[in-house]
């Protein structure tokens, strides 16, 4: 009996665990676009980048947006949709905007 509860307790928290990482980028590297088309997003967006790295498997664009906040932006690798955008307003507060979409 221990055992079936402990098999629903573990089959109830799994759907859990799955939809937090829906922010990861799950794309095998071969389908992934080149750093040159991320820079050339930035660029059109008016976003001045300082760095461009990879975290939970996304490209992230780390720099200022067109008014000078300092922003993250994750892009999916393969398609170049944003998935979120974090930026710092005047009063240094970090705000999030998710969804697919180009800003």
């Not at 990861?24 to 991320?38: E, Y």
């Not at 780390?62 to 979120?84: C, M």
């Amino acid at each position: 009996m221990k055992k079936i509860l402990t098999i629903i307790g573990f089959l109830a928290g799994f759907p859990v665990g799955v939809a937090l990482a829906d922010d990861d980028c799950f794309v095998p590297m071969t389908d992934w676009q080149p750093r040159d088309a991320i820079a050339r997003l930035a660029e059109e967006n008016g976003w001045k980048v300082r760095r461009i790295k990879i975290d939970d498997n996304c490209y992230q664009i780390d720099g200022r947006d067109a008014a000078g906040r300092q922003i993250e932006v994750k892009v999916h690798p393969a398609t170049l949709q944003v998935i979120e955008i974090e930026y710092e307003d005047d009063d240094h507060t970090r705000r999030n905007k998710k969804g697919r979409h180009n800003e």
